[in-house]
Antibody
């Protein structure tokens, strides 16, 4: 069965960097686009970024453009989110999600990893 | 960016009630709309895609309708498992955007 397991969250000081990982199993990772979506404590869902199945297309939310970078390593079945210049507004649970097809909806989500930006 | 506006923000209902949640897009998204259910501490769960298609395993008391800019999620005969927060999301174009959520409570 499809499994997505995020890791790398924790407490980080403002201005610092953090890299999140999402290990995928149960499907052919290299065939699917992948997303990051976040949710601040007590708030709604915010889409963050997407990477195409072959890594050539990447799109970002305006709020993270220039600071976050999405990438993938198909040899490790792993999705990454490099987050730089973090601020308190980036505090959230970060979910990775598998895309069912190009441009289509996410059909599986991980359980999330919490990032807390605080001094 | 396409703005998604959900209403109401909170909905008080009872077991057996029929409830309707509305989602409005700031521009046409054709039918590229999904509905999710989320319970506290859990990841969102996809309910409906392409505005009206029920995801596998989702009970038939849930249904979606609409196209263009106006969409609705309807739950007939509300059950205890339905008390949760619901989000709409457009996937017509990047950046994808979500509605602010509707909490269905007793």
């Amino acid at each position: 069965q499809v499994q997505l397991v995020e890791s790398g969250g924790g407490v980080v000081q403002p201005g610092r960097s953090l890299r999140l990982s999402c290990v995928a199993s149960g499907f052919t990772f290299e065939n699917y686009g992948m997303h990051w979506v976040r949710q601040a404590p007590g708030k709604g869902l915010e889409w963050v970024a997407v990477i195409s199945y072959d890594g050539t297309d990447k799109y970002y939310a305006n709020s993270v453009t220039g600071r976050f970078t999405i990438s993938r390593d198909d040899s490790k079945n792993t999705l990454y989110l490099q987050m730089n210049s973090l601020s308190a507004e980036d505090t959230a649970v970060y979910y990775c999600a598998k895309q069912i097809a190009v441009g289509d909806r996410p059909d599986y989500w991980g359980q999330g990893t919490l990032v807390t930006v605080a001094s | 960016d396409i703005q998604m506006t959900q209403s109401p923000s909170t909905l008080s209902a009872s077991i057996g009630d029929r409830v309707t949640i509305t989602c409005r897009a700031s521009q046409s998204i054709n039918n590229w709309l999904a509905w999710y259910q989320q319970k506290p501490g859990k990841a969102p769960n996809l309910l409906i895609y392409e505005a009206s298609n029920l995801e596998s395993g989702v009970p038939s008391r849930l249904s979606g309708s609409g196209s263009g800019t106006e969409f609705t999620l309807t739950i007939t005969s509300l059950q205890p498992d339905d008390f949760a927060t619901y989000y709409c999301q457009q996937y017509n174009s990047y950046p994808w955007t979500f509605g602010q959520g509707t909490k269905v409570e007793i």
